[in-house]
């Protein structure tokens, strides 16, 4: 059975950082597209940033040059570096993972971590 756990976020103030961290179990990572999204109160949900099996990653406009996403292959985690937040960064963040790649529907989920940024 596969299990997402995500952990790591919190309440931060602008300019400030985070990470959040996924815990994966019953899949093996290096085989699986993992990815961040996020939900803000009352909008859509949207995919933040996204790290292919070929090790690829890609990110939405929006915060390319402030997360990064990375993996550690021998503890089965992913994590997001979120640098230099906005209040408009502030939502749930989810990790998800998809054995087809990033480009696809997501085919677990986690449960979320709320990141709250004041202004």
């Known amino acids: 059975q596969v299990q997402l756990v995500e952990s790591g976020g919190g309440l931060v103030q602008t300019g400030g950082s985070l990470r959040l961290s996924c815990a994966a179990s019953?899949?093996?990572?290096?085989?699986?597209?993992m990815a961040w999204f996020r939900q803000a109160p009352g909008k859509e949900r949207e995919g933040v940033a996204c790290?292919?099996?070929?090790?690829?990653?890609n990110y939405t406009e929006s915060v390319k040059g402030r997360f990064t996403i990375s993996r550690d292959y021998a503890n089965n985690a992913v994590f997001l570096q979120m640098d230099s937040l906005k209040p408009e960064d502030t939502a749930v963040y989810y990790c998800?993972?998809?054995?087809?790649?990033?480009?696809?529907?997501?085919?677990?989920w986690g449960k979320g971590t709320l990141v709250t940024v004041s202004s």
């Open positions: 998800a993972t998809d054995h087809r790649g990033c480009a696809y529907g997501m085919d677990h």
């Open positions: 790290h292919s099996m070929n090790r690829g990653t």
């Open positions: 019953g899949i093996r990572l290096d085989l699986w597209a």
